[in-house]
Nanobody
Framework: FQLQASGGGLVQAGGSLRLSCATS????????IGWFRQAPGEEREGVSC???????VYADSVKGRFTISRDNANNTVYLQMNSLKPEDTAVYYC???????????????????WGQGTLVTVSS
């Protein structure tokens, strides 16, 4: 299983970015994909998950600003990030959930097959 995150960059506060997670080796229809982030000196935290079956989960800090979606034809999961804040600055990772649950908790311990991260920097 492979996942590769891309789309990060430098943006001013209030701006937008769209992250992409290109996947291979498994079907998005049967798996949960999560976006996580880790700021310097901080623990990795769940940002958003797209569960098997289509259910979505968002961290309180990003609700109303971030949207997770997928393109099955291109085996890609997206994270649209709007109204970015300096506190959103972090390395963002995507990962594949373990198991086949439709209700997988969006916690890093439930995910494996991590892709390389992409850095998002939001300036004030």
């Amino acid at each position: 299983f492979q996942l590769q995150a891309s789309g990060g960059g430098l943006v001013q506060a209030g701006g937008s970015l769209r992250l992409s997670c290109a996947t291979s080796g498994f079907s998005l229809d049967y798996n949960t994909i999560g976006w996580f982030r880790q700021a310097p000196g901080e623990e990795r935290e769940g940002v958003s998950c797209l569960r098997r079956g289509g259910g979505t989960v968002y961290a309180d800090s990003v609700k109303g600003r971030f949207t997770i979606s997928r393109d099955n034809a291109n085996n890609t999961v997206y994270l649209q990030m709007n109204s970015l804040k300096p506190e959103d600055t972090a390395v963002y990772y995507c990962a594949r959930g373990r198991g086949s649950s439709y209700y997988l908790s969006c916690s890093a311990s439930n995910f494996g097959s991590w892709g390389q991260g992409t850095l998002v920097t939001v300036s004030s």
